[in-house]
């Protein structure tokens, strides 16, 4: 790793430490209020005890001293004492540190034994014939699209309090890591396996991989390079999977009551615990730079000399035509959504029928009502439009960010930073300079979501940049524009893309949630994600009630996917010329 990479991760760390570190004076809120309340409840918020608390936390010397004897306590392996409970602040984050690194772990292992399920119909048939189409995208579609909690709500009622296979809450046992490694690594498994999925099609229609099909090679070996081929360009996401699975698992912990430092950082994050929010993001942003550092150099170890000396051929994902399946597939699904939506639309969003409360599905409300009597499918109908527009505005400028970001040398270690960094810290920040609201929401998602775009980008971009037509163009005389629109961008951008459709849902769900945090547009605005942590504690008793939500979602994103299969067919291109022509000239 070069030093002028090490220095803008350290560059990195520290300015997002010392952006949480203004936390409180970036709030609303009077943070020596929020610790009066959690500590005294019963002392009255006179001028002369807020000013007490403030000169007992250091609130009144400003965020120089504040930050100053925090990083002083850190230099010395000292995190602090918590502003809320008065305890040291090392030991609780130190455990629940533990906690999510195990259930990590497991949940880690479900993801990728899931992502290679999901890959091996495609391996397969590629390791036969040379060139297929991906396999995975319906499937690895629907099952990202599935919300974690959603999942984790299903695995509890089904396998913990019906079937009592499994506790329903706590930690300790590995029993008690099973539900919720699987809620957790479903989605995350579904989409490394799509990503997989994608790329590997291009591997199979290299020359090389027809040419050892034609030598009768052994399929498994020509499998093993093939994915030799197309981790690297993926494995940045197996590294922001790890943070993600880390910090970002609030709603599995807090529904399984897992100790972890998701739910840690989420509770000192909302109650203004400073020193709290600080170790925790701490803790992972340095998990953040390690990861970033292992993916990083076990995808230069497998793509070996070749990246160096610029003898990489280029991934050129072969031009199919979409089957009529997925063409039928994508037009049945739109047109279940659309006449969804437009059913939901003639109805009000906003009446409430006390006498009908979680009521099942009927004549009078064909999706059933909610907690207060409010029709199902009114309530989607007046939420798409916000929930899928919002959806795919942040989408498109995530898209635009992480593509820019990712094309910037140096620019890894910052992409890191802003991955490991919770969203809900984001949105805190953002509510806090700018006020809740759908715009607030937005800006917070966008803020961070577009890191895994950008490592994508700057993966791709490495292999793109070592193939030998865009060393032959600059022999040639061509300028550093035109390589980078003509040569690399259109090796580059697909991919890109299509990961960026596979990510619709979740931007919706992430949207939704900050809404429902109180971060976000204000109640009773109908969101699918407020629908669904509304409606989720009566999951068991009117499952229609989280059904009807969670199934907009899946289909939103398994439509995006199949629109984008059906628009990406086309005639046999260029590549699949190139392909044959690399062949031939091995038989010969």
Not at 286 to 313: E, F, H, I, Q
Not at 343 to 362: E, F
């Amino acid at each position: 790793m070069r030093l002028g990479g090490l220095a803008g991760r350290a560059a990195a760390l520290v300015g997002m430490v010392l952006a949480v570190g203004l936390l409180p004076w970036l709030t609303r809120n009077d943070p020596a209020l929020t610790i009066l309340h959690a500590r005294y409840a019963d002392r009255p918020p006179t001028p002369g005890v807020l000013a007490a608390i403030r000169a007992e936390t250091g609130l009144d010397g400003g965020p120089p001293q504040v930050l100053g004897d925090w990083l002083g306590g850190v230099a010395h392996g000292d995190f602090g004492v918590s502003w809320v409970s008065g305890a040291p602040v090392g030991p609780d984050v130190t455990a629940a540190l533990g906690v999510s690194l195990t259930l990590m772990g497991c949940s880690l292992l479900v993801a990728v034994v899931l992502a290679g399920l999901l890959c091996l119909r495609t391996l397969r048939l590629g390791a036969r014939r040379g060139l297929v189409r991906a396999r995975a995208g319906v499937l690895g579609a629907a099952l990202a699209a599935l919300p974690e909690f959603l999942v984790a709500a299903v695995l509890a009622t089904v396998f913990a309090v019906q079937a009592g296979w499994f506790p329903a809450v706590g930690w300790g046992t590995f029993s008690s890591a099973v539900l919720p490694a699987v809620a957790m690594g479903v989605p995350a498994g579904a989409l490394l396996g799509r990503l997989l999925d994608d790329a590997l099609p291009a591997a199979f229609a290299e020359p090389w991989a027809r040419a050892a099909a034609a030598r009768g090679i052994p399929g498994a070996r020509v499998a093993r390079h093939a994915l030799r081929r197309t981790l690297p360009g993926v494995l940045p996401q197996f590294g922001f999977v790890v943070v993600g699975l880390t910090g970002g698992a609030v709603a599995v912990e807090t529904l399984f009551a897992i100790p972890g430092l998701g739910g840690t950082a989420l509770s000192a994050a909302l109650a203004q615990d400073l020193p709290v929010l600080q170790a925790a993001v701490l803790v992972l942003l340095l998990l953040g730079v390690a990861a970033g550092l292992a993916v990083r150099g076990l995808g230069r170890l497998l793509l070996g000399p070749a990246l160096r000396d610029g003898a990489l051929p280029t991934l050129v994902r072969p031009r199919l035509a979409a089957g009529r399946a997925v063409r039928w597939g994508a037009v049945l699904v739109t047109v279940v959504f659309v006449g969804v939506v437009v059913a939901g639309l003639l109805r009000d969003p906003y009446a409430i029928d006390v006498t009908a409360r979680l009521a099942g599905p009927g004549a009078g409300h064909p999706l059933g009502t909610d907690s207060l009597g409010r029709d199902t499918l009114a309530r989607l109908g007046h939420g798409a439009g916000r929930t899928v527009l919002a959806a795919l505005a942040v989408s498109a400028v995530t898209l635009v960010i992480g593509v820019l970001v990712g094309l910037v040398p140096g620019a890894g270690g910052f992409t890191e930073m802003v991955n490991a960094l919770p969203a809900i810290v984001a949105g805190l920040v953002v509510a806090g300079v700018a006020g809740p609201g759908a715009v607030a929401a937005a800006v917070a998602v966008s803020v961070v979501a577009w890191a895994p775009l950008a490592a994508h980008t700057r993966a791709l971009y490495e292999q793109e940049r070592a193939a030998p037509h865009v060393a032959a163009a600059r022999a040639a005389g061509a300028g550093p524009g035109w390589v980078l629109r003509r040569h690399i961008l259109p090796g580059v951008l697909p991919g890109v893309v299509r990961h960026a459709v596979l990510r619709v849902p979740a931007l919706a769900l992430a949207l939704a949630s900050l809404s429902f945090l109180g971060l976000g547009a204000a109640p009773p605005a109908p969101e699918w994600g407020r629908m669904l942590a509304e409606n989720m504690p009566y999951a068991e008793r009117a499952p229609w009630a989280v059904l009807g939500p969670a199934g907009a979602l899946v289909a939103l994103g398994t439509g995006a996917v199949l629109w984008a299969a059906v628009a990406g067919g086309g005639r046999r291109g260029r590549s699949s010329t190139a392909v044959d022509e690399g062949v031939a000239e091995v038989r010969v």
